[in-house]
C-alpha cells in the first residue's frame, strides 16, 4: 500500500529557518534566494508561504528565532553561569580566539551583518535587530553592576557604558577580520579586548 510520507509541521519550519540563517549569513539578506533555500530543505514553495507569507516574515524570523537565540546561548547563558563577570568575560573571550577560523572571517556576525544592510532600509529589522544588542548589553551591565557590589570589578565606571562599549568592540573586532580577510587580526582584536576587560577589576 502506497504511504503518503508526512512532514513535520514544526521540523518544515526549523528546516527553512536553518536554510535561510545560512543563505542570508553567505549572501545577505537582500540577494538571500528563495529557490536556494527551498533546494537545501526539499521543502515547497507552498509550505514555505504556509509558514511564512514572505521573504520579508522569514528574514523576521531568523531574527527572533534563530540568531538571537544563538546570542542567548553563546553569551548570556554562559555569561551567567560565571561568579566573576571579569573572568565570565574573559573566558568567553578566549573562547572566540581559540574557535576564531576561516568562516568567522569569510562571514563575519550575522547580527553585525543585518545592522549594517538592513537598519537603515526596514524599519521593522532594525528593531529587531536592536532589541537583541539591547538585550546582551544589559545582560552584560548586569553583570558587571553585581561585580561591582560584589567587590570584583572597579567603582568608577558606569557598567551600562562600559557594557555598551564592549559589546560594540567584540562586533567590531569580527567587522574588523571580516574586512581584512585575518583571522590574525581578528584574534589580535579580542585579545585587546581582554586585556581592557582586566584593567576593570579591583
Known amino acids: 500500500m502506497y504511504r ?16 535561510a540563517y545560512h543563505e542570508i549569513l553567505e549572501s545577505g539578506f537582500q540577494a538571500a534566494s528563495l529557490e536556494r533555500i527551498l533546494a537545501k530543505t526539499s521543502v515547497s514553495k507552498g509550505a514555505l ?4 507569507g514572505t521573504k520579508h516574515d522569514l528574514g523576521l524570523a531568523v531574527i527572533t528565532e534563530v540568531i538571537r537565540p544563538q546570542l542567548e546561548e553563546r553569551w548570556i547563558t554562559l555569561l551567567a553561569q560565571h561568579d566573576n563577570p571579569i573572568k565570565g568575560l574573559c573566558n568567553l573571550i578566549a573562547e572566540e580566539i581559540s574557535h576564531a577560523d576561516e568562516s568567522v572571517i569569510r562571514y563575519g556576525c550575522p547580527l553585525n551583518n543585518l545592522i549594517q544592510e538592513m537598519s537603515p532600509l526596514d524599519e521593522s529589522f532594525r528593531q529587531g535587530l536592536q532589541k537583541i544588542f ?3 548589553v544589559e ?11 560584589e567587590g570584583q570589578v572597579r567603582s568608577d565606571m558606569t557598567p551600562e557604558d562600559i557594557a555598551l562599549y564592549l559589546v560594540a568592540s567584540i562586533e567590531g573586532c569580527v567587522g ?27
Do not use: M
Not at 139 to 149: I, P
Open 4 to 19: 503518503r510520507n508526512i512532514r513535520n509541521p514544526g521540523q518544515t519550519r526549523s528546516d527553512l529557518l536553518d536554510a
Open 49 to 52: 508561504y504556509h509558514h511564512f
Open 134 to 136: 539591547e538585550r546582551w
Open 139 to 149: 545582560v552584560v551591565a548586569k553583570a558587571l553592576k553585581k561585580g561591582q557590589s
Open 176 to 202: 574588523l577580520g571580516k574586512n581584512t580577510q585575518s583571522v590574525d587580526a581578528y584574534q589580535r582584536c579580542l585579545r585587546q579586548l581582554q586585556v581592557y576587560i582586566q584593567s576593570l577589576a579591583v
